[in-house]
């Protein structure tokens, strides 16, 4: 009941206590109201452990942008690349087949028991390309870990696996070569290799040449070739058929062989790589695009546009939220 007098009216003293506790009903809403609104943009201005804001969303989506056009890039140029390394595989594999052929009729065989082993590995420089240097990696450390008794030396065209295994492996490192599959590989390059190898005054029992064999643009294989020695040439029976074959005459052949088969095997190195590296550039620029989050950014651009239209609704802020958890999802922040 209103404070009024017994006549039904309203004096001063009792309009002015109304007026006054009418006053204090409406600061309490007031008040009522400010805390609700506060309550209600607590979670926008305060971090929640899970949830990322709006600046780091679009940081990562930038960057996932940037990569996506990275990876675009290096996949046209591995392409480019690897178009003129099939040309130029085919012409380049008798070579290989020719040198190998003379030591499959002579039938040299290895002893594997004997104790100096000598492998040369064909690998590359740069990385992003499979699994091509990582078999090369695993197979030389297994290779250690299974002959464990023997001397072995280890020759890398590819600075792959000096890098990653230098440190562990530094004593069985003879030679090293950098500065590999940069530009297509010349006979002169696998000649200046053999020189060497034959040069160094190892002299080995057992030898074998490991390279990545291309088979198709998303195949190839790890594929040993024997390595036979100027001393387990010159022992080999079979020689006794072939007329002239002097110390000096062997020796030559034997550095003839030993770079054609080089550069055979590089060749089929460099196609390899490119192959291997414009599927994985391939794979990831796919991947980069199928990412969740670029496709939600389009729903977070329409709801940005009804903000700034002051058209903020009940529906915007329900498909603004739900936009926010899928990025969070998708990115995992």
């Given at each position: 009941m209103h404070p009024c007098c017994g006549d039904g009216l309203f004096h001063v003293p009792e309009i002015e206590a109304l007026l006054a506790h009418a006053s204090w009903v409406r600061d309490e809403h007031r008040s009522a109201?400010?805390?609700s609104r506060t309550a209600l943009f607590v979670p926008t201005c305060t971090q929640v452990r899970g949830m990322a804001t709006l600046k780091e969303i679009r940081n990562r989506l930038k960057s996932v942008k940037n990569v996506q056009k990275i990876t675009q890039s290096?996949?046209?140029?591995s392409a480019a690349k690897y178009a003129r390394a099939e040309r130029e595989l085919k012409?380049?594999?008798?070579?290989?087949t020719g040198a190998a052929a003379f030591y499959d009729k002579v039938d040299i065989e290895q002893d594997r028991e004997k104790p100096r082993h000598l492998l040369v590995t064909i690998g590359s420089d740069r990385g992003l390309c499979g699994a091509m240097n990582s078999n090369i990696n695993k197979l030389l450390k297994n290779y250690v870990k299974d002959n464990a008794?023997?001397?072995?030396?280890?020759?890398t065209l590819g600075d792959k696996a000096r890098q990653a295994l230098y440190k562990t492996h530094s004593e069985y490192f003879m030679m090293t070569y950098s500065n590999f599959g940069r530009q297509p590989a010349t006979f002169s390059d696998a000649a200046e290799v053999a020189e060497a190898v034959i040069n160094s005054g190892y002299e080995f029992d057992v030898g074998e040449i490991y390279f990545n064999e291309f088979k198709s643009v998303v195949s190839y294989n790890l594929r040993p070739l024997p390595l036979h020695s100027l001393e387990s040439v010159s022992?080999?029976?079979?020689?006794?058929?072939?007329d002239s074959l002097d110390a000096e005459v062997i020796r030559s052949y034997q550095e003839y062989q030993l770079a054609s088969v080089l550069y055979a095997c590089m060749k089929e190195t460099n196609c390899s790589e490119h192959s291997a590296r414009m599927t994985a550039m391939d794979s990831a620029t796919k991947n980069a695009g199928m990412i969740p989050g670029v496709n939600a950014i389009k729903s977070l651009q329409s709801v940005q546009v009804m903000e700034?239209?002051?058209?903020?609704?009940?529906?915007?802020?329900?498909?603004?939220f739900s936009v926010i958890i899928q990025l969070n999802n998708a990115f995992e922040l």
């Open positions: 109201a400010m805390l290096m996949k046209m140029v012409p380049s594999r008798p070579y290989g008794d023997k001397e072995i030396k280890f020759v022992e080999a029976d079979s020689l006794a058929v072939y700034n239209q002051s058209t903020r609704n009940h529906c915007s802020i329900v498909l603004y």
